[in-house]
């Protein structure tokens, strides 16, 4: 059965702490994976597309990189505005998303 | 206006009622989905349109019909909710199906 994993369930961090979010999947062939950031009472946002395992997308204090079985979220000297829950979602010949990261940056 | 537009934001209605939820997106895209997000749990895929055709229904109980008429707009119609239908229902569009989705903000339905 498809999957889509992601850990920790919750991470509260002080600001300028890094930090990573997990995400691991198990699909029978991947289209494509993707990130998402979710603030309270909003739509999902869009942040990166990943392809390929290796391949990485950067975007201000995010990071995204994938391998054959996981992705990962790094965040680097995060600030207070990062927080929010964080999505990840896995498209084969459907779409499945994980159930997310809350993350809280404590200034 | 700009991006994934939905209305209504708020929606409260009797287990009897019918309603019809409606997105609009503005970037001329192809495929338009519809979402159910509960509270702890992941985003439940319910419906794909690909140039105005249906492509995918994942299951969905028949009280909840989808329209697209065009592909900048799509509709969910309800009749005859349950209490446990209540959530956020999220509108997403794509280039293409398969493509990075842009959401919507929502409609948050409450059914009593």
């Known amino acids: 059965e498809d999957q889509v994993t992601q850990s920790p369930e919750a991470l509260r961090l002080q600001e300028g702490e890094s930090s990573s979010l997990n995400c691991s999947y198990t699909?029978?062939?991947?289209?494509?994976l993707f990130w998402y950031r979710q603030d309270p009472g909003k739509g999902p946002e869009f942040l990166f597309t990943?392809?390929?395992a290796g391949e990485e997308k950067e975007k201000e204090r995010l990071k995204a990189t994938l391998t054959k079985k996981e992705s990962f979220l790094h965040i680097t000297a995060p600030k207070p505005e990062d927080s929010a829950t964080y999505l990840c979602?896995?498209?084969?010949?459907?779409?499945?998303f994980g159930k997310g990261t809350r993350l809280h940056i404590l200034p | 206006e700009t991006g994934v537009t939905q209305t209504p934001r708020h929606l409260v209605m009797g287990m009897t009622n019918k309603k019809s939820l409606k997105c609009e997106q503005h970037?001329?895209?192809?495929?338009m989905y519809w979402y159910k997000q509960s509270a702890k749990k992941p985003l439940e895929l319910m419906f794909v349109?690909?140039?105005?055709?249906?492509?995918e229904n994942n299951s969905v109980p028949s009280r909840f019909s989808p329209e697209c008429p065009n592909s900048s707009h799509l509709f969910l119609h309800l009749h005859t909710l349950q209490p446990e239908d209540s959530a956020l229902y999220l509108c997403?569009?794509?280039?293409?199906?398969?493509?990075?989705?842009?959401f919507g903000p929502g409609t948050r339905l409450t059914v009593l």
């Open positions: 997403a569009s794509s280039q293409e199906e398969g493509n990075e989705q842009f």
């Open positions: 699909v029978s062939g991947l289209r494509g």
């Open positions: 990943l392809y390929s």
């Open positions: 979602a896995v498209q084969d010949d459907k779409i499945i």
């Open positions: 970037l001329g895209h192809n495929a």
């Open positions: 349109y690909s140039l105005e055709e249906r492509v």
